[in-house]
Nanobody
């Protein structure tokens, strides 16, 4: 199973980006999909998550600006990021967790750079 994240890039403050992460390979019952980020010199932190029942979680720093969604048929999770700030600059990683196999999968990361 591989996760391929895309959609990162360079954007000015106040701009928007949409990240996507698609799983390829045999993956079943993905219960949780999430986005994490790691800024230079900082620890990886959770940004947003979504369950199979579409319950969502957001870090306080992104509430009202970011929206997570998922397409179960495509094994894909999205992160719509609006009103981006310089402090959002980081490498963004997607994560899928399958309860049935007790396995956590990570994507390679996509770089988001927000210029002020």
């Amino acid at each position: 199973v591989q996760l391929q994240a895309s959609g990162g890039g360079l954007v000015q403050a106040g701009g928007s980006l949409r990240l996507s992460c698609e799983a390829s390979g045999n993956i079943f019952s993905v219960n949780f999909m999430g986005w994490y980020r790691q800024a230079p010199g900082k620890q990886r932190e959770v940004v947003a998550g979504i369950t199979e029942g579409a319950s969502t979680y957001y870090a306080d720093s992104v509430k009202g600006r970011f929206t997570i969604s998922r397409d179960n048929a495509k094994n894909t999770v999205y992160l719509q990021m609006n009103n981006l700030k310089s402090e959002d600059t980081a490498v963004y990683y997607c994560n899928f967790y399958s309860r049935s196999s007790a396995t956590s999968y990570w994507g390679r990361g996509t770089l988001v750079t927000v210029s002020s």
